[in-house]
């Protein structure tokens, strides 16, 4: 029933995913759609054992090999707010539908919620930033190595053009049923 209640009410899922590729903005929505929910936040790359920070930072795309160590520890952190009944909001570019396969899976309180947008408008905000060790040439092996969710997957899909005040508030009223407060 997606997440509806007999009554019609909205019933939040435990824990939320924010995907999408480096520059989508995901840390940005994540952090701020946690303080509007109150639920706990992880950004995804904080579960990177120090070896692949160091291979991103050269310039070079992680291997699948890489990728399951981290995406297990992920995974763990899900299930642990699972288990003690808390929520969650981490952010994981989550590329493809095996890693995605990790993280949601059988959970079906846990939520997808894809950030999506086009290579020219990531790019500028990619170029942007500063401090992050993700480097802009990285960025086409992400797009290439995206598999956009299925529809069997239930994503919320959002763009990313908007403000990021306004995709928290989009992402928010669709796992809550409630539009913002003041809105």
Known sequence: ???????????????VVVMGVSGSGKTTVASLLAGRLGWEFEDGDDFHPSANVEKMQAGSPLTDEDRWPWLAAIAAWIDRLRAEGRHGVVTCSA?????????VG????????????DRELIGRRMAARHGHF???????????????????????????GATP????????EA?????PKGA
């Open 1 to 15: 029933m997606d997440g509806a209640a007999a009554n019609g009410n909205v019933t939040p899922p435990a824990v």
């Open 106 to 117: 059988d959970r079906p309180d846990v939520r997808l919620v894809y950030l999506k947008g």
């Open 165 to 172: 005040q306004a995709i928290v508030a989009e992402i928010g």
């Open 95 to 103: 590329l493809r539908r095996a890693y995605r396969e990790i993280l």
């Open 175 to 179: 796992l809550t049923g409630r539009p």
């Open 134 to 160: 993700m480097p802009t040439s990285l960025l086409d092996s992400q797009f290439r190595t995206l598999e956009e969710p299925a529809p069997e997957e239930n994503p919320l899909v959002v763009s990313v």
